[in-house]
């Protein structure tokens, strides 16, 4: 790209343009109109001017005769500012006035009322001057001029042609300086975008755009984009805690899996103990995939909603679904378990998804509601219901609850509490449900249920389209 | 043995493979082999494809990624000349998304990577079940014990056994695949529509529930837990 078609290309150089353009014309038809106006009005007041001094002499010589007539063109050729006057006879000899020469075919023009013409005003100096006359036959042959010079008029036309070369340079000057500052304040913003956006892709995430708080697009522009490389750098940091994460908890396990399949093959050779080995190699393996499976469903779903994901679903109908295929679980762990849905509530929803999300509550809720031995049966009710446009999905228990301090913790990747490090579990069970939620747009709440830990998930009721 | 659930009467199936990674395609194939079926391999897209085209398999297994050509465009392509041989679909990917997809080019079931090979051969034998005649009958019947699925009524010797929708389902599913080993996912799946992997285990309650109405108090046990693997219902004295 040329440097010239570098400017040509700018938003700034192309506005200039346009503006130039679009005022140009304007300034032009207005000058024209001006002149245009002015020009008529002044050859009005000629006119008028011209037919007055006519009217005049003809009173002149209706009472004292030609000579009445020569006396007074005689007197007023010579006072200052005085009109154009000529009285010649039939040969066209001048006989009195204040005209050197006019062009030789005029008298025979005579009959055409006003007309322009070019005029000596002394002997020999050309015809330099213009002047508006008209001609009359007086009695006896001879010949009257009256007019006025219009060189004025000429002037003006040039002083208004002038104006308007002006006009248009001092135009194209503006339009020049203000697109040197207009693409010169705009491309040094812009530049300092660049700047910074090649800094990050650099590495350097912590750098954020200027924002000079004028609250101009710029600022507006940078502002937006400074969220998103704070949602980008939020996201960045989380995947590499999920990383750290993973490594911790998958390398544990195949740890395990080959410190156990290495003492098989370093103890004496025995078929029983490697079936026993391999036995729990494949129980490990199933393990590790398993939590595996759920960090890439989890990646999955916060990546949003494939084509197709959402349907027209009845929360009512899959609670029931999910309580119904955990109840024998429940009945056999001695848990009562119970699904209230007075009424049905629909929406775009993946049936899946939620499901799978019930399931995981329903999970962690047998699983870590209440230590052996404690004194009262534990009972988890799921309930919907519809509040403000939106569902409310909720799953109680009466169990030991989440301290406060780690309810928030909880949802996050791999977090176990201390308590439940020895119960198994890959710690992925309630993000994958802080997932599924965000998935779905809705907020989840966890609270106390004194005793024991309700969850209560909220999603927008889509409009039924 | 690790197939010692395979009925011995059982008839092999010719299963074509459609696998790049060459370890997996030859224990696959060992493995089926074991299982009693004949086994085929196809080591690309073209390949797979070429070798489907010349039909006669009851089930393909075709990887989803594959060189040359991508495993769905092979089974559209079987599709739409009209061959509907049962297709199981493997794939890395697994999620709700993938299967969806995968189902819709026209596989018949999906299964992801990776898999336990008890899964993938009990899908298999599943699959090429549903090619043969008798899918349809209205009553299934094992032993003494006869589901009719049109009155929804259950009976063992005779004697009626009332059971929940959900029971009906799963005995139903569990008969439909009688002499076959159905694994938990596959029931999940199919009796409850849910594709999830449930942590606890929720299927082997209900299946003991069903086992306590369907076999309790009855001479000889149908319905059997195969180790490691899943539930199988069968007439054992046959």
């Known amino acids: 790209m040329t440097a010239l078609g570098k400017v040509v290309r700018t938003t700034a150089f192309k506005l200039s343009v346009i503006y130039f353009v679009v005022f140009s014309v304007f300034a032009v038809a207005f000058v024209l109109y001006l002149s245009w106006s002015t020009n008529t009005l002044l050859e009005s007041q000629l006119k008028e001017t011209i037919e007055t001094e006519i009217r005049g002499l003809a009173e002149q010589g209706r009472s004292g005769g030609l000579a009445a007539i020569f006396q007074t063109i005689e007197q007023r050729s010579h006072s200052p500012g005085a009109s154009l006057y000529l009285i010649t006879d039939v040969n066209g000899r001048i006989l009195t006035g204040n005209i050197s020469q006019v062009p030789a075919d005029l008298f025979e023009r005579s009959g055409m009322g006003m007309i322009t013409v070019p005029y000596e005003r002394n002997l020999g100096e050309g015809p330099r001057h213009l002047a508006m006359v008209q001609v009359l036959r007086l009695p006896g042959g001879f010949w009257m001029l009256v007019g006025r010079d219009i060189g004025e008029r000429e002037e003006f036309r040039q002083i208004i042609g002038r104006a308007l070369i002006w006009a248009v340079a001092l135009l194209i000057g503006l339009a020049l300086v203000s697109w040197f500052f207009v693409s010169r304040r705009v491309l040094k913003r812009i530049d300092s975008v660049a700047a910074t956006s090649r800094r990050i892709m650099a590495g350097d995430l912590t750098r954020r755009l200027e924002v000079t708080g004028t609250g101009d697009e710029f600022d507006r522009l940078a502002n937006s984009l400074n969220a998103m490389l704070e949602r980008i750098e939020h996201l960045l940091v989380q995947l590499r805690n999920v990383s750290d994460n993973i490594a911790h908890d998958l390398k544990t396990p195949l740890t395990r899996l080959r410190n156990r399949v290495e003492s098989a093959l370093a103890g004496p050779p025995s078929d029983e103990t490697y079936r026993a080995a391999l036995v729990s190699t494949i129980e490990e393996s199933d393990r590790l995939i398993q939590t595996f499976n759920a960090l890439l469903m989890i990646a999955r779903i916060e990546a949003g909603p494939p084509e197709g994901a959402m349907t027209e679903v009845e929360a009512g109908a899959i609670v029931r679904d999910v309580a119904e295929l955990y109840e024998p679980v429940a009945e056999e762990q001695g848990v009562e378990l119970e699904a209230v849905t007075p009424e049905p509530v629909t929406l775009m929803a993946n049936r899946e998804l939620l499901g799978q999300a019930l399931a995981n509550l329903i999970d962690n809720a047998i699983k870590h509601g209440l230590p052996a031995g404690a004194d009262r049966q534990l009972r988890i009710v799921m309930s919907t219901a519809e509040e403000h446009g939106r569902l409310v999905l909720r799953v109680a228990d009466n169990g030991v609850g989440i301290p406060e301090a780690d309810r928030a913790r909880v949802l996050e990747r791999f977090v176990r509490l201390e308590k439940s490090r020895s119960t198994a579990g890959s710690g992925l069970g309630l993000s994958l449900v802080n997932a599924v939620v965000a998935f779905h747009n809705g907020t989840i709440e966890l609270a106390d249920n004194a005793p024991g830990l309700s969850v209560t998930i909220r999603i927008p009721i889509a409009p039924e389209t | ?238």
């Open chain 2, 1 to 238: 043995m690790l197939h010692e659930f395979i009925v011995a009467k059982h008839t092999g199936m010719r299963i074509l493979i459609i696998e790049d990674d060459n370890e997996t395609a030859t224990y696959l194939g060992r493995a089926l082999r074991e299982a009693g079926h004949m086994t085929e391999h196809g080591a690309d897209g073209e390949s797979g494809a070429a070798m489907a085209a010349g039909g006669g398999y009851d089930v393909i297994v075709a990887d989803r990624m594959l060189p040359k050509r991508d495993g769905l465009s092979v089974i559209e392509e079987l599709r739409k000349r009209g061959d509907h041989t049962p297709v199981l679909v493997l794939s890395a990917l697994g999620q709700v998304d993938d299967r969806v997809t995968g189902l819709r080019a026209g596989g018949d079931d999906y299964l992801a990577k990776p898999y336990a090979f008890t899964e993938l051969l009990a899908r298999v034998e599943a699959l090429g079940r549903r090619m043969r005649p008798g899918a349809a009958e209205t009553i299934y019947r094992v032993a003494d014990l006869e589901l009719d699925r049109l009155s929804h009524t259950v009976s063992r010797a005779g004697q009626a056994i009332p059971l929940q929708p959900r029971e009906f389902r799963l005995l139903e599913y569990l008969m439909k695949h009688a002499g076959q080993v159905v694994t938990r996912t596959m029931l999940l799946e199919n009796v409850w529509d849910y594709h999830f992997d449930p942590q606890t285990n929720v299927i082997d309650v209900h299946i003991s529930r069903l086992r306590g109405k369907i076999d309790k108090g009855f001479g000889e046990p149908l319905l059997h837990t195969v180790r490691g693997a899943g539930y199988m219902i069968r007439d054992s004295a046959r």
